[in-house]
Nanobody, 123 residues
Framework: QVQLVESGGGLVQVGDSLRLSCAAS????????MGWFRQAPGKEREPVAS????????YYGDSVKGRFTIFRDNAKNTVYLQMNSLKPEDTAVYYC????????????????WGQGTQVTVSS
């Protein structure tokens, strides 16, 4: 079956960097758009970034533009989220998701989800 496994979360300080990874199995990774979403306690799920199957297209949420970068390695079936200049408001559980079609910022359009990884930014 399809599995998406996130890793790389943790507790960091304001201004630090962190790289999240999402390893996919059970699907033809190179044909899927991949996305990162996050959800903070008491808040709705928020789109963070997404990338097309061939990495030509990418989307970033307004709150992370210029600080976060999404990229993928199709040979390793892995998508990454490089997070720089982290802020307390970036604290959330981060989820990766796979979509058979093109990139989308709408979570409901994704087919598969990982279990999430916690990112906590301390001030």
């Amino acid at each position: 079956q399809v599995q998406l496994v996130e890793s790389g979360g943790g507790l960091v300080q304001v201004g630090d960097s962190l790289r999240l990874s999402c390893a996919a199995s059970g699907l033809t990774f190179s044909t899927y758009a991949m996305g990162w979403f996050r959800q903070a306690p008491g808040k709705e799920r928020e789109p963070v970034a997404s990338i097309s199957w061939n990495a030509v297209g990418a989307y970033y949420g307004d709150s992370v533009k210029g600080r976060f970068t999404i990229f993928r390695d199709n040979a390793k079936n892995t998508v990454y989220l490089q997070m720089n200049s982290l802020k307390p408001e970036d604290t959330a559980v981060y989820y990766c998701a796979a979509r058979r079609r093109g990139i989308s910022s709408r979570g409901e359009e994704y087919d598969y989800w990982g279990q999430g990884t916690q990112v906590t930014v301390s001030s």
